[in-house]
C-alpha cells in the first residue's frame, strides 16, 4: 500500500464510519473478504471501499450514492442479501 493509498484509508476511516461493529464481527467479516474475487489489493471492486475500513462499520457514508447506509456487502457475502438487495 502507497503512503497515499495508508492516507486516503485513514480519511476514510475517520470521515465515512459513524459507527462500529463489535471486533469479532468485523474479523468475520474481514475473513469473507480476504478471499472475495472483488478484494483488489485491498479495496472492494463493488463499492470502491478500503476493505479494513469497511468491515469495522456498523453505518457509513456510501460517498458513490451520497448517502448513508447499514453497512453491508453489496454481494451479500456477510448473510446479509437482503440488505444487500435493498441497497441496490
Known amino acids: ?10 480519511a476514510a476511516k475517520a470521515l465515512l464510519v459513524s459507527d462500529k461493529v463489535s ?3 468485523a474479523e468475520a467479516r ?3 473478504c480476504r478471499t472475495c ?3 483488489q489489493k485491498g479495496v472492494c471492486a463493488l463499492c470502491g471501499c478500503f476493505i479494513e475500513v ?5 453505518i457509513n457514508f456510501n460517498y458513490r450514492k451520497l448517502r448513508q447506509e447499514v453497512t453491508h456487502c453489496p454481494a451479500g457475502k ?10 441496490q
Open 1 to 10: 500500500m502507497t503512503v497515499l493509498d495508508k492516507i486516503k484509508q485513514e
Open 54 to 58: 469497511k468491515v469495522t462499520a456498523r
Open 30 to 32: 474481514l475473513e469473507i
Open 23 to 25: 471486533a469479532e464481527e
Open 78 to 87: 456477510w448473510n446479509d442479501k437482503e440488505l444487500a438487495e435493498h441497497y
Open 37 to 39: 474475487d472483488r478484494n
